[in-house]
Structure formats: C-alpha cells, structure tokens
C-alpha cells in the first residue's frame, strides 16, 4: 500500500475529497446561500483552490498565518474569524488589507477599537459573535447581544455588517432530530437578534453537522462549513459523513505484535492528535481493529487474536477529529486510484513570528 511513502503520513483521497466539495456546493447553492468554508481543517492551498472553483465566494480563516497563506495563493475575499489584538497582529491586518476583501469576527468594543484604530479610510466590516450555545465566544443571542452590536456600530473605523455564530455543541447531539433542532433554533435566535438591532445585518453560521439546515434557512446569508472536505469518524458518528466519505487518512505500518490480539503502529498523538477517544478511529477495510490507546509515536490497538495485522503491514486509519491532524504535517499526499497524484503543501499551518516590524 503506496510503498513509496514513509509512514505515519496525511493522505487525502482527491476523488472523495472532490465530491465532498461539491456536495457542499450543490446544497449551498440549492439554498441560495452563499459558500464560504473554513479552511482550518485542510490548511492546503490547493484543496482551497478546489473549493473556490466549485462556486465558493470566499474562505473563512482561523488565523493570520491562514490568510496570510490564502492570500498569497489568490484567494480576494476572507473572512478571519477570530478577534485580533496585539499591535504586531493589528499591522499585519492592515497590510493583508491592502491585498484582499477582509471582513473580521469578533466579539467586543475593546478588539473593534483596536481593528479600527488601523483601518485607513474605508471602515473594516466586521461580524459581531453571538454565543448560540457553544460557551466560547460571543454573548448570548438576544437583547444582550444587540446591545454589543450597537456599542460595537459605535467605534471609529468600523462598521457591523452582520452576525456569526459556530453551533460547535452539534458535535455532540445525539440524533439528526437533535442536530436539526439545534440548527433551527441557532436561526431562530440569530434572525431575533437582527431583528432586535435594527434589522440590516447578515447572518454567518460555521458547522459542518448543522450545515444542511442552515443552507436551506431564507435568513442565512452564508455558510461557513470547513470539516466536510476531509470528514473524519466524528462527523460519520452524527450520520453527516460515513467512513466511506472520509478523505483524510493517516497512513501507518504495523511495528510490533507483542501478544496475540494485540498490535502496533507507528502513528500516536503527533500523527492523529490527541482529540477524543482512541477508540473512535477509524481503520479503513478491517471492522475487526479498533485502536485502544495513543502514545505520542505509538497506536495500540486490538483486534482478532488470529489473522489480525501482521509487522511490515500497512493500515489507513481515519481521524476522530481530522482539524487538527493537518497541523502535525508539512506535506499530505493528494492519492487517486490508489496512486500518488500529487504532494500538498499544508503551507497554512500555525508558525512562530517574531514581534518585529
């Protein structure tokens, strides 16, 4: 199995990888809503290029490192959702500016103040976030959270164009029943909020399991899903993805079967992440296996006590949360047909930067 390849490694299965994103695209467009995802879970430049190929209007970046990245491979038009602060961080914003549509989340006057202390002559459009249940950011949807908006509308160099909320909690609804009804009552809150701030704002939701609803809602402008390209086994155990559609596998090699049943490889913690449960990883083609326990370079895992996994054998193992796996690599490798097609440069991942100008 691609034994041109050290393990552990990313691979991403292109085929897959490309109907996820039209998919996505299909539903977005079905509900006249517009597509912008998050590229925090691939952090490639050409899976970016993919989706904006597909019909997607922009990219939704978690960092400065990411649209920095984006910009660089020709995306115009990003929305970094998450509050800037700090005066390097406030200056590379500017000049990013200078080089794209840039819209920015955030979720107080103090971050506004800062954000528009280096806006220029034109304001920088922000997204105020409302806090639909996740407990992160954001003040509850409501009264609470108009009031922010209008202190928010009131700093210089700034204006509101609309509100964002990432149903995060979906991830652990039980049900589709459950997962509609988070996302019915995300709308709901939000479309209440607008109402209460005047009524001339935007509605942005991010969340790949609640993303079908949301698409379909007349009040939602955009929607900003990132975990489908790829979908890992927590997005299959909420019935959004299977295994089957899961694009992103960690390719790794059987080192030792120390007792009957027992075997392990050499993908851990800083090949998978340390994300959820051991046991919900995935192993592609082998029901049998599960892995029980991650070490930082080690995979223990159980199956058969005979005709299990042999040393020097080769298993695709499938993330429990594939966001942060990108992140452990420099290179994935972009497979179709059980070939190596390309090598894909994870050039968005998080970097040192020295606070200088």
Known sequence: MLPE???PALIVDLDRAQANIDAMARLAEAGGTRLRPHIKSHKMPYLAGLQLAAGASGLTCATLDEAEVMADAGCADILLAYPVWGAHNLARLRRLRERVRLRVSLDSAEVAAGVGAVAGPEP?????EVDSGLGRLGRPPGRRSAELVADIDRVPGVTVVGLCSHAGHSYRARSAAELREIAEREVAELAETVRLCGGDLEISLGATPTARWEAAAAEVAEIRPGTYVLNDTTMAGLGVATHDTCAARVLATVVATPVPGRFVVDAGTKALAADGSPG???VVGRPGLHLDMLYE?????HGP????????????????????VGNLFDLAFGVRGGR??????????????????
């Open 280 to 282: 919900t990883i995935g």
């Open 297 to 301: 370079e080690h995979g223990v895992g």
């Open 340 to 357: 190596v097609e390309r090598e894909l440069e994870i050039t968005a991942k998080r970097r040192s930067v020295r606070c200088a100008d």
């Open 305 to 324: 006590e005979t005709g299990g996994p042999a040393i020097g054998d080769r298993i695709e193992l499938i993330p429990n949360h594939v966001c942060p």
């Open 5 to 7: 390849i050290q393990t």
């Open 124 to 128: 920088v459009e922000v997204l105020v």
